[in-house]
């Protein structure tokens, strides 16, 4: 029985020839003619002016806070419905998250609970240093109105758009929101270097800063020298090549993943028990997973059955109020995102899908819930 996947790399013949072009030219350490393309290329796709190839979008998120003067002891908000990488870099500066409840029309940031919290906490006398949105499953928070609070408050916004490359909200790709964005090429993402990430952004010394502090914070003298703590945080040539290659597919991927939508949509969507992530006007997402929520249905009994069938599903994230290493934050709201996740479930999404592959799925999710 062949596997149906949550989110597989999907492969072109380019990204083998671009990184045989990387590796017989030995350029395989982490800088190189593929690197500086792949940062060429990524930005101008995305409509900003720089960008800087990391190893992870984690590290890209890490750098951003490092250049806007998060300290420790402060406080950075972020969504609590979020991958822990969100969560995790705000620790490695040394201050707290605080988490941030998610609005049910995007199932993204809610800017009514982030212009509470930043209220709030300063009148508890706490400095309130960043803000973290996220583009969530490649749809994207009410920018305009997140934009707008931080810019009153003075409160830099960062963008962490791991899961929406591709992504509009009107005329804007996702990346171009806030001070800078973070991007994030894992293995399961909509075009993916194996490991990998970038921070880009239309402020030059953000991202010349960021590039300083990914190669060990070295300073331009012929001998070692440092004047800030840096880290070994650059993508390798190798990698960037793969990277260029995805790139030049990207708007394949996203109608592909776009197909899986529908598909599911007219198997799935008349059903009184199942709703999909809902699209509002506006937003253009690129549909990196599709995710519905389930009534009255166990999603671990649907992604049991499905596992069953060889088929891989997800539960949505688990918010971070509720995981046992963030259990003393101090969050705002928290019941909309706490419900996603006791209902939803993440189907397999990968723009390389069959027909046959979804009308399986389509059918499994079926079976599973008419027994449930």
Same mark, same amino acid.
């Given at each position: 029985m062949s596997r149906i996947y949550? !989110?597989? @790399?999907?492969?072109? @013949?380019?990204? *083998?020839r671009l990184l045989l072009d990387a590796f017989d030219s030995n350029w395989i350490a982490p800088l190189g003619p593929h690197v500086t393309a792949f940062e060429q290329e990524l930005a101008a796709f995305v409509g900003v002016g720089h960008a800087t190839a990391l190893s992870s979008g984690t590290a890209a998120l890490h750098l951003a806070l490092i250049h806007v003067g998060v300290r420790p002891g402060e406080v950075v908000?972020?969504?609590?419905?979020?991958?822990?990488?969100t969560a995790n870099a705000i620790t490695y500066v040394g201050a707290s998250p605080v988490f941030v409840d998610s609005e049910r029309t995007t199932w993204c940031v809610d800017p009514d609970a982030?212009?509470?919290?930043? *209220?709030?906490?300063?009148?508890?006398?706490?400095? $309130? &240093?960043?803000?973290? !949105?996220v583009d969530l499953y490649g749809l994207m928070p009410d920018y305009r109105r997140l934009e707008r609070i931080c810019d009153a408050a003075e409160v830099p916004l960062i963008e962490d758009a791991?899961?929406?490359?591709?992504? *509009?909200?009107?005329?804007?790709?996702?990346?171009?929101?806030?001070?800078? &964005?973070?991007?994030?090429?894992?293995?399961?993402?909509?075009?993916?270097t194996s490991g990998g990430g970038m921070l880009v952004s239309d402020d030059e010394e953000a991202t010349n800063h960021a590039?300083?502090?990914?190669?060990? &914070?070295?300073?331009? $003298?012929?001998?070692?020298?440092?004047?800030e703590v840096g880290y070994n945080y650059r993508?390798?040539?190798?990698?960037?090549?793969?990277?260029?290659?995805?790139? !030049?597919?990207?708007?394949?991927?996203?109608? &592909?993943?776009?197909?899986n939508r529908e598909h599911y949509e007219a198997g799935l969507g008349s059903h009184p028990l199942i709703r999909?992530?809902?699209?509002?006007?506006? +937003?253009?997402?690129?549909? #990196?997973?599709?995710?519905?929520?389930?009534?009255? $249905?166990?999603?671990? $009994?649907v992604r049991l059955h499905l596992e069953a069938q060889g088929i =891989?599903? *997800?539960?949505? #994230?688990?918010?971070?109020?509720? +995981?046992?290493?963030?259990? =003393?934050?101090?969050?705002?709201?928290?019941?909309?995102?706490?419900?996603?996740?006791?209902?939803?479930?993440?189907?397999?999404?990968? !723009?390389?899908?069959?027909?046959?592959?979804r009308d399986k799925v389509v059918e499994g999710v079926l079976a599973a819930v008419a027994t449930a």
């Open positions: 949550l !989110s597989p @790399p999907h492969m072109s @013949p380019d990204e *083998r908000l972020c969504p609590s419905f979020t991958f822990a990488a982030v212009e509470e919290a930043i *209220r709030t906490e300063r009148a508890a006398g706490r400095r $309130v &240093a960043a803000v973290i !949105s791991a899961e929406a490359l591709g992504s *509009r909200l009107d005329d804007r790709f996702a990346g171009s929101f806030g001070r800078m &964005a973070a991007f994030s090429f894992n293995g399961n993402k909509i075009i993916t590039r300083h502090l990914a190669t060990q &914070a070295r300073q331009p $003298v012929p001998y070692y020298e440092h004047k993508l390798s040539n190798l990698l960037a090549a793969v990277g260029r290659g995805q790139l !030049s597919h990207l708007e394949e991927r996203i109608a &592909a993943r776009r197909i999909f992530l809902p699209v509002p006007p506006g +937003q253009t997402p690129n549909h #990196w997973l599709t995710c519905i929520t389930l009534e009255g $249905v166990e999603p671990e $009994v =891989e599903s *997800r539960h949505l #994230w688990k918010p971070m109020h509720l +995981q046992p290493v963030f259990g =003393e934050a101090r969050t705002y709201g928290g019941e909309v995102c706490s419900g996603l996740f006791a209902q939803g479930l993440c189907l397999p999404s990968g !723009s390389a899908l069959t027909d046959a592959d």
